[in-house]
């Protein structure tokens, strides 16, 4: 979502898996990712914020066990 001049993104945590908020401004090959946040999970829905800039974003978010 969006609101504020950010985008808003929530997903759900499980206990002890850490997630990897990446962003990219094209998913025209070669895709280049980049490193929004790390959070360590811990049950609960996280939530991340980014300010809305002039390029877009696309979002994805990884799980490491």
Do not use: C
């Not at 025209?28 to 790390?38: A, E, G, L, R, V």
Request: charged letters at 10%.
């Amino acid at each position: 979502s969006t609101a504020g001049g950010m985008m808003n993104l929530s997903f759900p945590s499980a206990s002890g898996v850490t997630y990897e908020v990446l962003y990219t401004s094209s998913l025209n090959s070669p895709i280049t990712w980049q490193t929004n946040t790390t959070i360590t999970g811990d049950g609960s829905v996280k939530a991340v914020s980014d300010p809305i800039g002039a390029t877009k974003r696309f979002y994805r978010v990884l799980e490491h066990h």
